[in-house]
């Protein structure tokens, strides 16, 4: 607690390198990773522990809500808290000068270890403690906290003991004799944590510390540190010795053993005698981070468990982290003074007289610092600040932590030691540094991050042949980081988010009667083909879809599935994080092999973002996704075939959005892209069945978009060696000229626009298509009449149905093509937002294949917001028959995810927050 250097006896101190031989055990319990100890394992995964927490009373405290406060930190994407156990220690207000310390309670709201008697007269006002007896209600609450933990993927450090600073704090202590009935405690608060001048607590002490062992045993997300800043308030080394011989010892028998930390010293201290029990070497406000480098040759974690006392400012602390971090720390824990009692969700506005800081924006730094270490294969890294072999100064502070030749994570900032002006803020600048890094021979993906936000400053691509590698930063402002992957380099995605949640867009072309597009937008285009695809064999249906970030706007491209037997989805994967770009035309597509293995196709946007491909790494799972390449596309397309792999038809920006096709055997190698329209420009929609791949797409004359018009069809059956139109006569690629045989009708005679939905076949295997008429591409009245339009083909002659009125040019939905109907499931209804695009969900559906269409059924209705682009997934199980977001398109607003059921009476939205690791969609009352 107190950032003060204490010198101390390092030849006694704990810890021994025979305790780094890890054994991979089968169960999920924290442990040091086997592969490299400087790092743990927990849940079959490797992890670095990365948080900002209350200031430990969050047990031991009962006005603290520690359910909110877990799900504040599961939100923010930490994955630590440590709290103390109360047994010994806890504090009167005013300590350290900490308001509202939660650390703290208020009067007669502590509960600790030690049951209490029926005699009056304990320091905190409530009766004396029993020392013999257990408070069972306090166990009760401490396993909760830590199930509730584990639930939300947080590790509990469970800090055993604290001494005591000052007097005041001892006065309090259950251990006091004045606080307990059993005549225990008659000593000064030095010689309390000692083996000869404890006054009987020894035994006390002991007894606690198996009592929690047992009472922990059944966890996975838990270790214990002997005590807080025992150099200070004469805790000995002997004493600690003691302790962790207790912990080991209580769990002897237990399958999967908790790690024990010991808390080393406030900044450094080289640790040269350790013990075989210890595995975790914590410090405290370690900055410039010498500790690691001091300490790393002992095979352990090296961690700081806690900072601040450096002022409000949570700039200081970000690069205390960050360097930490990157200098090959394994845990780091802020001191978090906005999480109070009644503020759990970390929102108190506390005084500028606080020690140390903490904010919502501070947590959310940290998990820019969370993901970006998480996107390397940290285990094969290790620190390696030797490799910059020029642009080093007094002024700048370059640490590198990498595998060499493979990947590399470096972290600069301007405020090093001493040339730091003041160390409650950072040195702030437009600072720019040139650097050179020995870097064998490859070709090298650099992307250049602002720790404060995620944001990619810059990104390239440099080919090196080998020795001194050149790299440049972009300008910043206080700090940048830097990662440097092989182009070849394995990349895998497996971060999760805790719900879901659609982007929110706009185009922001704005008129009379709002935006040519915007609102939810997590489900588009109609042209991102397929989002959704039900499998038999897993018996889920598995699908994609544009995420966004609580309170951001920037991409992630998001997978995840249904699971019908269970009637559960899980958290859903962050595939690729966009960072910083918020258009939804880089949303995925999602692709099934024949083994079950998923293939989401990442959106790119002309040549400026290239299209991303991953692959998971287990059939039907959502886990894990290897990237496997990247190439240059947009509005992805990709259909399996069995036995030959890949048929994709995408965009390239070429001479305006023009249509192109290749196939791949395997997902990895390709084909030559080959074009097949070029008209000014196109979208278009696709189909499969068996293998036959349909299309429906428009031109845009003389590459303008907002007159797109006329409907086109081609089709392939031999994976794209010929291309034939409706009548089955094969057609000369490119397409080229507007008036050719692939025409399905000349909308532009009659200056028309065409926006395509969707296409299927019907029993006969004649097409049909959906899609929406205007007479403009503005909103409003402007543009109308719209009509939802059908395109059936008789075997002669293309029948058009005008099936009914649209609103918006925009507003998307899906064609059915079923053996007792042909249904429309759209946005076909009048919305919250009558003039924006989409609206309320309905069924419409015709009897005799299309000729005719009523209306059967509203899906929703009474909603806040319009709903839009109703996607269908591929062999759409009943269970999940249509995919959808909603989004006020008037203005920014939250976007949720729906589906519903074939028969379209019930809806269903996927869970936008999520406490655990799979949650049952919350059916909605209609």
Known sequence: MKPILSLISLGALLLSCAATGAATVPDGTLRLHPDNPHYFQWRGKPAVLITSAEHYGAVL??????VKYLDTLARDGLNNTRTFTGGAYFEPEGAFKIARNTLAPASGRFIGPWARSDQPGAADGGNKHDLTRWNDAYF???????????????????????????????RLSPFHIA??????GGITRTNVYTLDKHGGLLAVQERMVRKFVKELRGFDNVYYEICNEPYFGGVTLEWQRRIADVIADAQKDHPNKKLIAQNIANKTAKVRDPHPAVSILNFHYTYPPVAVAENYALNRVIGENETGFRGTRD???????WDFIIAGGGLFNHLDYSFTAGHEDGTFAYPPTQPGGGSVKFRRQLRVLHDFINQFDFVKMKPADKLVCAG???DVSIRVLAEPGRQYAIYIHNSPMPRWKDKAKLNTGEFQVNLELDAPASSYRAEWIEPATGKVLLAETKQHAGGALPLSSPHYAQDVALRLTAATDRVIASAKDDGYRGIWFTLGQKSEFGDKYSGGLGTYTANHVPMAIYSKEADKTFFVYGGAKQGKRHLLAMASYYDHRRGVVPRPTIVHDKQGVDDPHDNPSLAMDGKGHLWVFVSGRAKKRPGIIYRSTKPYSTDEFEQVGQREFTYPQPRWFEGRGFLFLFTKYTKGRELYFNTSPDGRNWTP????AGMGGHYQTSHVRGNRVITAFNMHPGGNVDKRTNLYFLQTDDFGKTWRNVRGEPVELPLADPKNPALVHDYQAGQRNVYIHDLDLDRNGRPVILFI???GHQPGPGGDPRWWTVAHWLGDKWKFTQVTRANHNYSTGSLYIEADAWRIIGPTERGPQPVGSGGEVGVWASRDAGKTWSKERDVTRGSARNHNYVRRPVNAHPGFYAFWADGNPDELSPSKL???NKAGDKVWQLPDAMSGGGSAPAELNR
């Open 315 to 321: 700039e200081v602390y970000r690069v205390e982290a």
């Open 773 to 775: 008429t205007s007479a």
């Open 61 to 66: 405290n009962l006005d603290f809500d520690y």
């Open 140 to 170: 009760a609450r401490f396993r909760d906290f830590t199930a509730q933990a584990g639930k939300r993927g947080v590790v509990v450090e469970v800090n055993l003991f604290c001494p005591f600073y000052k007097d005041d704090q001892w």
């Open 179 to 184: 606080n307990n009935v059993n005549g225990l």
């Open 673 to 676: 892209d080959v074009k097949f």
């Open 392 to 394: 080093r100064s007094d």
């Open 898 to 900: 729906y589906f519903t």
